[in-house]
């Protein structure tokens, strides 16, 4: 079956812009999460979502950065007033609960690059 | 906040074995993982240990856990040179669902 999409793969932007990036998860996965992973690093959690409500929005680095899943599927991450330091791949993930050990699904992600 | 450690790089040549060692900061985390991840691709897991156990055997891949030294280790059979990819360390903090990882290492195969 499909895996988890994200869209766009690819976005430049310049620094001050706004930016939208779509998940669409696996179906009939309850839990769907937003990670961040900079060059040479680790992915970094930024928010969780149990259905349609944020569980956990304690990753999210500062108010420019906001996420909707307004149906309890599909989710955008928005970035408000991009700056340099945005850059870097934004990784989606899925699982059918997010209890126990439910693995996460990854998406390939969408690479941002704030010039 | 503290981080899951891993070595940055590690080489051998294919049909050795390769071991990657990890360690984690939470003693209460009640799953620990190993994802890999390829270029240009998101990350795939490859295995999880749940933490009252000390080993898991999956086919190739090996898990041992150490929950006094709070280390992690994954040991992959005849490795192949489709194995290369950067593994990462996970432990989901807290008991939670937020997974924490490491920087990941990055395994070359070489033939």
């Known amino acids: 079956g499909a895996g988890v999409s994200q869209t766009p793969s690819n976005k430049v932007t310049e620094k001050g812009k706004y930016v939208e990036l779509r998940c669409d998860p696996i179906?009939?996965?309850?839990?769907l999460y937003w990670y961040r992973q900079s060059l040479g690093q680790g992915p970094e959690f930024l928010i969780y979502?149990?259905?349609?409500?944020?569980?956990?929005d304690s990753g999210l680095p500062n108010d420019r950065f906001f996420a909707v899943r307004p149906e309890g599927s599909v989710s955008t991450l928005k970035i408000q007033r991009t700056e340099r330091g945005d850059s870097a791949v934004y990784l989606c993930?899925?699982?059918?609960?997010?209890?126990?050990?439910?693995?996460?699904?990854f998406g390939n992600g969408t690479r941002l690059t704030v010039t | 906040g503290e981080d899951v450690e891993q070595s940055l790089f590690l080489s051998v040549r294919e049909g050795d074995s390769s071991v990657i060692n990890c360690t984690y900061t939470?003693?209460?985390?009640?799953?620990l993982y190993w994802y890999k991840q390829e270029p240009g691709a998101g990350l795939q897991l490859l295995t999880y240990?749940?933490?009252?156990?000390d080993m898991k055997q999956d086919q190739r891949l090996t898990v041992l856990l150490n929950k006094k030294d709070k280390h992690l280790s994954l040991r992959i059979a005849d490795t192949q040179t489709g194995d290369s990819a950067i593994y990462f360390c996970?432990?989901?903090?807290?008991?939670?669902?937020?997974?924490?990882f490491g920087k990941g290492t990055s395994l070359l195969v070489t033939p």
């Open positions: 993930a899925s699982s059918d609960t997010g209890y126990g050990v439910s693995p996460l699904h």
């Open positions: 179906s009939g996965h309850t839990a």
């Open positions: 979502f149990q259905g349609t409500g944020a569980a956990d």
């Open positions: 939470d003693s209460s985390s009640t799953y």
């Open positions: 240990i749940f933490s009252n156990m």
């Open positions: 996970a432990e989901n903090k807290d008991s939670g669902y937020a997974l924490n």
